[in-house]
């Protein structure tokens, strides 16, 4: 079982550079990938990045290549989103997840509460 709570987020302007947060917890937390997603209003929940366990390996969507960066610290048990060069299509609720590739998709089994990322144009 995998716990997982997100903080940060909130309404920020177009080109804005704000910090997720989440931390984690659980038996087998710091061993396992731990990754983004997010879900636009009315739209799907979608990939946005992940980090293998020790954080040397990211992955990341194209939409957000080259301007988020996903990294963790396992010992503060805490995974970060730091989002840069905002859009107002990057407004959705993000959800922090333990996620597994699969069939060329992006999967978890394990979710948080999610936070809101409102982007003002």
């Known amino acids: 079982q995998v716990q997982l709570a997100e903080s940060g987020g909130g309404l920020v302007q177009d080109g804005g550079s704000p910090r997720l947060s989440c931390a984690f917890s659980?038996?087998?937390?710091?061993?396992?990938?731990m990754g983004w997603f997010r879900q636009p209003p009315g739209k799907e929940r979608d990939f946005v990045a992940a980090?293998?366990?020790?954080?040397?390996?990211?992955y990341y969507a194209d939409s957000v290549k080259g301007r988020f960066t996903i990294s963790r610290d396992n010992a503060k048990n805490t995974v970060y989103l730091q989002m840069n060069s905002l859009k107002p299509e990057d407004t959705a609720v993000y959800y922090c997840?333990?996620?597994?590739?699969?069939?060329?998709?992006?999967?978890?089994?394990?979710w948080g509460q999610g936070t809101q990322v409102t982007v003002s144009s």
């Open positions: 997840a333990a996620p597994y590739h699969g069939g060329g998709r992006w999967f978890s089994n394990y």
């Open positions: 659980g038996r087998t937390a710091s061993n396992i990938n």
């Open positions: 980090i293998n366990w020790s954080g040397r390996t990211t």
